[in-house]
């Protein structure tokens, strides 16, 4: 007996789909920059990238060329050469002995400035004590100190402990000038490393000095990369400090010695033996930043995110 009235012989209609296709949407694609306004786009920051490039390299350049070109009434009057550096090499007590002068007092300053500002920086952002804004704020308060003012202060300050006509006196001034700034680089390059790699450390049987030296010390080292650098660069270019608190002649830097041998000859400029001079404070500081470019713009980014 038929079930369906259909007829005999037809199909017996299909079962309906009751399956569901889910359709997931796609993201929006990006707008893909079409070459010419990538090339539009690219004109204007390559033209002002190169015009500070310009402005910045040419005096540079330009002094790096003039040391060594014949100019009438320098030791470099005749031809090609390096007469200038001679003169410099020659004056005085010798350009050797201020190279080494500078050199001291720069590395003393760096040194000084790294462990100040490493265990200050530490302090201020991981321990929690009665006034530490406030001491924070003193340490910024010398920002607001005009740098002049203070060096006749800290001359008689120096005459009484001894350190008087001392480089060692001249490192101890210019690490305190540096102390705002890099107290403040430190303190943001821990705030920005997580507090749980201090503990993880700690539950991992790591004292405190041991955690500080085996993983924050690496983590913040760009922004010691950074603090040093500028601590090189103020303590290598200084003139004011050593004008004041040095009177002996042997002891001056490169700043200072490159200063007096620019009027020696009756308030006549020697512009050969200056531009000498120039290159030879300017080499060192290109070198260096050069090397450690990498970390001084990941120091200075190190306080952008915090994790």
Known sequence: ??????????????????????????????????????LLWGIPSTVFTGALAIIFLYPLVWTGVASVSPQAGTSQSDGWGFGNYATLANFQSGIWVYLGNSLFVSLLTVALT??????????????????????????????????????????????????????????????????????????????????????????????????????????????????????????????????????????ITLPLAVANLRGQTMGVIDYGVTEAGVVVLALPCIVLFLILQRHYVRGFMSGAFKG
């Not at 199909?11 to 009751?18: F, I, Q, W």
């Not at 006196?169 to 790699?197: D, H, K, N, W, Y």
Request: hydrophobic share 55%.
């Open 1 to 38: 007996m038929a079930l369906t009235d259909a007829p005999a012989g037809s199909v017996p209609p299909a079962a309906p789909d009751t399956t569901r296709t889910i359709v997931v949407p796609k993201g929006r694609p990006r707008a893909r920059r079409r070459p010419t306004g990538r």
């Open 114 to 251: 790294l462990l100040t500002s490493f265990f200050g920086g530490y302090a201020f952002a991981r321990f929690h004590f009665p006034g530490k804004n406030l001491l924070f704020l003193l340490v910024l308060a010398i920002l607001m100190v005009p740098y002049a003012t203070l060096l006749i202060p800290l001359y008689v300050i120096l005459n009484a402990v001894g350190l008087q006509n001392s480089l060692v006196g001249v490192a101890l001034v210019l690490t305190m000038f540096q102390l705002p700034f890099s107290m403040f680089m430190m303190r943001i390059s821990f705030e920005s490393v997580p507090r749980e790699l201090d503990e993880a450390a700690l539950v991992d049987g790591c004292t405190s000095l041991t955690a500080l030296w085996r993983v924050l010390l690496p983590a913040v080292k760009p922004g010691l990369i950074t603090v040093g650098l500028f601590a090189f660069l103020t303590a290598w270019n200084d003139f004011i400090a050593p004008l004041i608190l040095i009177n002996d002649s042997s002891r």
